[in-house]
């Protein structure tokens, strides 16, 4: 144990805090890039004008997105009409039902349905949907969201779930209470701050989903309002504008992405923050 | 209580609906795709062939896209990854600056695919190409390794995250107990904390790389979209999951769609697999 | 006669703004066994750290005073060269899982990347081994992880591991509390047979134990040092009022 490796030694601690900190900063380098990016680019071209009017022709300048607001509001919202419900349901269900080995598979079914890609989901949604309506259609993109925001639902409703302390169902149970009622009345309540955040980060999640939408609910160049019809999206305007060869579409890409970005990181703050509070 | 059997075998049902859901999904998947397995059988995985002109469908060009954009992104983002872990659990003490620090982390993973790609498209893939023209490669801009960057930036997230709850549940006995031998905070961390955690942080790798497997939007922007076999890590290809975006639509004849379809289960096959095995082996993690 | 090892000077030692050890003067005579013995939040176990500079890792953790180990003022050199000549035994038994047993033994210097050859390791392994009373009950199984050993066994293969490093002092932090009764007398008949080779300070609030195994004991009280001695004479004549109150059972 000489003199020498001492100092080598402290040499190498000393450089290995330098990478591990030169690293850590350089990974979040990216996201203010893009977000600087695409909000330089995307800004001016936001005015009144731009969100509420309708796109122009291909090829011609000018135009808005409002279709594509819409229907990403319809679409995110019948979806999350879909996978709210089930969700809640299912987080119920495997956090009452914990232990059983029934539960433990139903467990990792969702799990697994967590990591299919959505493009497979898209697929899944088309041949379920729009083949035997044989039309492109809002409701089957909203089924397809539906599918990926459940296991977010069904997380943390399960989660939450498990945090409500044993003493409490035993103070309803020793009242008298009807199992419903202690699942309706006096659970779900407790949990509501934990569904709320999983919906909120679910919906954060499917707001910027394209890759189901690309042949379900495909675009629009009008407004739609139809469910069994195809509707715009923005997401899937922000695809084919980008991949046009339409300078103007560029720009219009950028402009519906900064206002894309903003709605979704901002929910998925919000949703992040509240979750903080009942993970504690 | 009626109110209350009807109210259990609802819940019961749910579970039920979940194993429907993705038993349909594969049944669906396995049942369109019987077109194309009985036309090309197993050859279907290593024919370069992809020619809807002459229905003649080979999906190796798009495995090898899948692999080589899978694995080289994430290679990408192992150091970056491990250091977030690192930095998050080891060395940085101040709650709130960590807090912080961990949702910029998050937030990556939290901007839209479409719009990852659209940066990548517009502004990555420029910067690409005077990099490559300054090295002498063909200056395309667009490609796998483009794709590779675009990919590793997104996947970073996942695998930080979980290394970093798997090394904070260290417990600080085992890492007193090498500082008490004279070893620095890196020997510390080589000899005791890493391997230690290491299942952990290997499925955390594994769950970025089955991220980064299925990911689509992104890609689709920045591959450059060429059926062919790539020569080089700077060409231009194709994944899986960007073929079946671009040409899905563009789809004409049954055996076409039955054979990305068949691609897609593939693609769903694949990212089971990696689901189970990231379960096993945390589930070998406790000490 | 006794020779002066390590001398503890004015030492006061801080958690922020709260101070935990007022100012302590103390001298450990070499090749004895000294306990440091006191009720819990007495300041012992932060008196050790501070010896081998674990206490500075701590948030907010700060020291005024010297300690001198031979002459030398530990905190005037790097705190990993302290470590390296001072051995710590936790109370909780800590072998690195990731470890076989032969690693753990020389973990020590696996941990400081310090290349021996075979024939050095082996010797060092058994020697050690030996010495903390464990090489019999694993000598055919050296290269498995520990996890399968007794809490006592794995204690000893902490002991072992310190003692691997041919330390100046032995700082044992309440090294029974989570063990057996046999396995604590196997320990306590360890300490009183290491002390022909290694310095010993011993932490501990267990009055009998003191009792059987130190030479010397000092009695801390809310971070201050009350009294200092030879083992049997303060057992049986304290001369603090304290002390015979925590030997009684009346404090603490």
Known sequence: MNEKTIKRRIFNNKLYKIFVFLFSFLSIIPLFLIIYFVLIRGIKYINLKFIFSMPKPMGEIGGGIFNAIVGSFIIVGVAALIAIPIGIIVGVFLSEYKEKKYTEIVKILVDTLQGIPSIVIGIIAYLWIVKPLRQFSAISGSIALSFIMLPLVIKSTEEVLNLVPVEIKEAAYALGAPYHRIVLKILLPSGSVGILTGTLIGISRILGETAPLLFTAFGNQFLNLNLLKPMNTIPYLIYVYATSPYKDWHNQAFAASTILIIIVLSINLFGRFMEKKWKM | MRKDKVFKIVLLLSGFLIVALLSGIFLSLVFSSIPSIKEFGINFLFSKDWDPVNNKFGALPFIIGTLLTSVISLLISIPFSLSI?????????????????????????????????????????????????????????????????????????????IGKEVISMVPIEVKEGAISLGATEFETLKSVTLPFSFNGIFAGFLLSFGRAFGETMAVTMVIGNSNKIPESIFSAGQTMASLIANEFTEATTKLYTSSLIEIGLILFIVSILINILGRLIIRRFSF | MENVILKIINLNAYYGSQKVLKNVNLEIYENRVTTILGPSGCGKTTLIRCINRLHELSPGARIEGQILLKGEDLYQIEPMIVRQKIGMVFQKPNPFPTMTIYDNVIAGYILSGIKLSKEEKDKIVEESLIKSGLWDEVKESLFKKGTFLSGGQQQRLCIARALAMKPEILLLDEPTSALDPVATSIIEELIIELKKSVTTVLVTHNIGQAGRVSDYTAFFYLGELIEFGKTTEMFTVPKSKKTEEYLIGKIG
Do not use: H
Not at chain 2, 95 to 104: A, H
Not at chain 2, 135 to 158: E, N, R
């Open chain 2, 85 to 161: 872990s690192i930095f998050l659990s080891e060395i940085l003490k101040n709650k709130l600056i960590s807090n912080i620090f961990q949702t910029f982390v998050e937030l990556i993973a939290g901007i839209p695919s479409v719009i990852v790609g659209l940066w990548g498209l517009f502004i990555l893939a420029p910067f690409m190409r005077t990099l490559q023209s300054k090295l002498g490669i063909q200056p395309i801009g667009v490609g796998i390794f483009t794709a590779s960057i675009i990919l590793s930036i997104m996947i970073i997230p996942y695998s930080a995250s």
